[in-house]
Every structure is written in C-alpha cells, then in structure tokens.
C-alpha cells in the first residue's frame, strides 16, 4: 500500500480507533480544582435540563453536557434539534479557546443550478423539487459526527453515557406540549402536507400525549455502540441512501462515510474590556457581531444620552446594520472555497470609515451603502441554541438547526431521523432576492462539499482570562443582531441579564430598503411606531421570536437566563 493510501485509510478510520480507546479508557485527566460555586446551563426545554443534570452528577464537564443536550433536543425538541442536521460550537476549556465547524455540506451530486428551472427562474419554495420542502433540500448531516468530535477531545465521561439520556426519551416517550404540538400542526398544513412524510411520523404529537419514537430509538442504540460509524455508514447510513435514491434526493452513502468536522480558529476580537471569542466563517455571525459592537462604540457620542430603544437609539443601529449586510453579503462564504478577507473587515480604520457613514438625523439612501472594501442567501430563523458552563470554568456556546422548523419535512425512512433543509442557505440565484428579501452573490454559490453561509453566532466573553458570558439564539440573519442588542443591554446599559434578554429587540437587514421589523413578543407600536414611520421607516413583523441562552458569571457565581420568548429552561448544579 502506497505512502497517501495509507494515510487515506488512516484517516478514514479514525473513528472507528478512537472509538475503541475512549471506550476502554474514557476518563480524561483529572479536573483542576472548582472555579465556580455551580455548574449551568440555559437550555431550549426542560429535558435538556434534566439532561444536564444527570451528566454534571456523574462527573462530566461542559463538553459532555453539551452533547448530551444535543442528542437529547434531538428527540424532545425535533423542531430544531437534531441529528438530522448541523452547527457550531465555541468551546472555552482549561484556558484555551476553541471552534468546532460541524456544519452540512452539499451532497456530491449538488450542482450550481439544482434549484433553478428551465426559464432561468428559481423553483418555488413550495415545490418538492425547490431548496426548502423535500428530498432535495438536504444537506449532509454533521450533528453526529460534531458531537463525537468534541467529545473525542475534551470529554470525561464515557460516549455511551451521554447518549443514553436520548435513548430513555426515544424508549419511554415524552409528554408533548402545546407549543411543540401546535407547531407540528403549523408547519404540517403550511408546507409538508403531501409533499412529504411527517404526517406519517409527527401527525400524533397532541399536547399532553407521551410521544414515543421506537425508530430513532434504534438509530440512537447504533452510534452508542458504534460512534459515528453508527450514523455515518452501515445500516443507518444505508438507510437514509436509499431513502434519498428513491425519492430524487441527493445524498448517497459516499457523502455520509465522506463527512468530516472541521476544527477552525476562533474569532477574537477585544471590546469594551472583554475577548470576545465567536464564530468564524462560514458562519457570518461572529464578523458582524464584532463590527457592530466597535462600530456602535466608534459612534458613541451620537449614543450619549440616547435612551435605549428610543426612535433615534433604533435609527442610530438601523444604519450601522445596514453597512454590517452590505459587507456580509459580498464578502462571506465557506474559507474552504473562497478567501474571506476577515482582517481587514474588522480593522479598526475600516471600522471607522465604516461608522463615519452613519447618517445621524436620516435613513441612508439603501442604493449607496454597498459594501466598503474596494446580499447573500440568510437561512430561515428556526435555529437552536443551548450555553453551558462547569464548576471547572470550561464553557461551550452551542447553536445547531435543521434550517426551518423541522427541516425540509423529511423523515428519512425507518430511522425516525428528521432531515434538514440547508441547501436554501445557499445562493440559489446571484441577484435574486431569498425568501427573506436578500439578494444572493457567488461567494455563497453551490458548490459539492461546500458549507453555507451561516449567521449562527455561538459566542463567549471573556474577562481576565475567565468566562464573563455564554450567549446565543435561534433567528436567521436576526441572530447576530439580537446577540448583539442583548451584549449592550447587558454592558452598554447595566441591565441586569434577566431585563437585557426581555427587552424588546429590533432588525434591520439592509434590504427591504428603511424597513425596521418587529418581534411578535414586543411588538412597535402606538406612538414609537408613529415616530419610526415619520422619521421614513417601514416596520414590519418578522413573524417570530428569538430565543436567547445566555449564562453571565460574576466572580464565582454563574446566573444563567432563559429567553421568556421560548420554553427554555435554567439549571444551576453543583
């Protein structure tokens, strides 16, 4: 066997060796001493808590926290948990910061022009054959193979303990509640029905009934036992492959054995006093978060005085959001396929050339603010996000989805694993508006292999070298400017935590032109709504909520938030 064969192979099998080592020996080395009273979590529903809580009382750190509460949301939050999907996570651990990229990738077989019909218009969205609802909507999964990443390189417990949790719930079922039942129901009459199979699988989850799901449970037995191996080849994979190839789906069993996470450098950025450790391309979070906080703080004798959320507070972050788009959607996309120049978007004489732009008294005419060196596809806003921190101090910030709520409405068959529908994250069209209203360029073209563009923005603070804040949320193209109004609330302002994430946020994307939009949770209206509009503003409702996690630590004592807007839930263990 030739010098690259070898190695191919090696490389190939790496999971199946470190499966075997951590199995016979999973215990890391011995824990420093406790640097905070209690470990926390902010988590999306009560059964991630209870999760959480098992992990932390054997012994297990914020890793293998984190990776229980993934495999866990993916049975009793099937939304926007999943193994049928992807994301990010931030990890700060024994000191040292780090960035897992376990985002899907288009299938092989992905073409340029998949989603574009004969006229040279893009297939609607409502079409089995389009980006969103049906077989072809899929990207290759990643959660999986994320998960055993993480836990491969800072976990203490053992693999097989972390999934059992996902397992009872599968097995015993869970009592449903009116939220995730009514949203089935929602989703179902607006987008699958007869387009797809989840009425086959989720048409039973009434509110207050035990939902079992014997198929996933299977599935879940399989990667206990076996790793990634247990989803990413042999019978599982083989399932989904040949559900795939007998509905014109895309993904064969040589994408899944191909699928690999990527460990990326963590962006960092200093603000206010804090490192700001966040998500690097291809998530486009991290960028615009740091340019939003500098350029609000190269603005901030425009913000003296100003009181927050009033007509000329939201007037003042309208305009710095406008050119924050502008730059995402020209220069973002996969760093594996295009250079992203992220030095020189976050140098502070740009920044500041950027922020001498903002127009003080008047909306900036939209046609003028393009992008400032020399708007891409944003995905839908049915994310997920969880944050955790241990006695130990370690931290992982965790945001991961199917894309919309219950991906692309695909059960892939006999594995009760929920699909994603990630391919609409891509540019379908160059200059064509999303569903969103966001023109695409070829920076976030379809390429095989290729990860789209992301706003997912798992971030933590740190202060003097430990962790201040662990924050995220769900919300598309609005997570990076909810995380972003959540961090000012909480600094800018001196809310407390609890206040900074129930406060009423805002967006502006650029494009619709002027158009500021609304959260059906704080709605703008009566007079605010008056003063927006006459100052030239549209509003407009962005038809959901966000849903914020967040953790902030005060010397040794961690508080962690829930978002009201969601059913998430804190925990604080010792």
């Not at 962790?467 to 001196?494: E, K």
């Amino acid at each position: 066997m030739c010098k690259k064969s070898l190695l191919d192979w090696a490389r190939r099998c790496a999971w199946c060796v470190s499966f075997l080592i951590v199995s016979v020996n999973p215990a890391a080395s011995a824990s420093p001493r406790p640097q905070l009273a209690q470990s926390a979590v902010a988590v999306p529903d009560r059964f991630a808590a209870e999760t959480a809580n098992a992990i932390f009382a054997k012994g297990g750190n914020a890793v293998d926290a984190a990776v229980a509460i993934a495999f866990s949301l993916a049975v009793t939050y099937p939304e926007a948990g999943n193994l049928g999907g992807g994301g990010f996570m931030t990890i700060y651990h024994e000191g040292k910061p780090y960035f897992l990229d376990y985002r899907e990738r288009a299938p092989l077989k992905a073409t340029r022009d998949m989603f574009v019909d004969s006229n040279g218009q893009v297939i609607a969205a409502d079409n089995p054959a389009g980006s969103v609802v049906g077989y072809r909507a899929v990207g290759v999964p990643g959660t999986v193979a994320g998960m055993w990443e993480a836990h491969r390189r800072f976990g203490k417990l053992k693999w097989a303990d972390l999934i059992e949790p996902a397992i009872r719930y599968a097995h015993a079922g869970f009592v449903v509640d009116e939220t995730l039942a009514n949203l089935a129901v929602t989703e179902n009459e607006k987008r699958f029905s007869g387009k797809t199979n989840f009425t086959d699988y989720f048409g039973k989850l009434h509110a207050g009934t035990r939902f079992k799901q014997p198929e996933l449970e299977r599935v879940l037995k399989r990667i206990a036992a076996q790793g990634p191996g247990g989803f990413y080849t042999g019978k599982t994979a083989k399932l989904i492959a040949a559900d795939m190839s007998a509905h014109g789906g895309l993904i064969s069993e040589a994408d899944l054995k191909g699928y690999e996470p990527i460990w990326r450098e963590p962006l960092q950025a200093y603000w206010n006093g804090f490192r700001i450790v966040t998500a690097p391309p291809p998530s486009s979070g991290g960028i615009a978060l740091v340019q939003l906080l500098k350029m609000k703080e190269l603005r901030h004798e425009d913000f003296r005085g100003v009181p927050l959320n009033s007509v000329s507070y939201m007037h003042l972050i309208a305009e710095i959001e406008k050119r924050v788009f502008a730059d995402r959607a020209q220069y973002l996309g996969d760093p594996d396929f295009y250079k992203v120049p992220v030095e020189q978007l976050l140098d502070d004489k740009y920044l500041s050339g950027r922020a001498a732009q903002v127009n003080v008294s008047e909306p900036s005419d939209t046609n003028n603010v393009v992008a400032g060196l020399d708007i891409a596809s944003l995905e839908k806003p049915q994310t997920t996000h969880f944050s955790i921190v241990d006695k130990w101090g370690n931290a992982v910030s965790n945001t991961y989805s199917l894309n919309g709520f219950f991906g692309s409405g695909v059960v892939a068959s006999k594995t009760g694993i929920l699909l994603n529908d990630v391919m609409d994250d891509f540019s379908a069209l160059a200059g064509v508006p999303n569903q969103l209203g966001v023109v695409g360029h070829d920076t976030n073209a379809i390429v095989p292999g290729k990860r789209p563009l992301s706003s997912m923005t798992p971030t933590i603070f740190l202060k003097d070298g430990k962790v201040a804040l662990v924050i995220g949320t769900p919300g598309g193209s609005r997570i990076f400017t909810s995380i972003f109004q959540v961090v000012s609330n909480t600094y800018d302002f001196q809310l407390p935590l609890k206040d900074a994430i129930s406060t009423m946020r805002f967006h502006h994307q650029l494009l619709p032109a002027n158009t500021i939009f609304w959260e059906p949770y704080a709605p703008i209206s009566g007079q605010l709504a008056t003063d927006l509009e006459a100052k030239g503003y549209n509003l407009a409702d962005q038809g959901f909520n966000g849903d914020v996690q967040a953790i902030k630590v005060e010397g040794r004592v961690p508080e962690p938030v829930s978002d009201p807007r969601g059913r998430g839930v804190t925990l604080l263990a010792k």
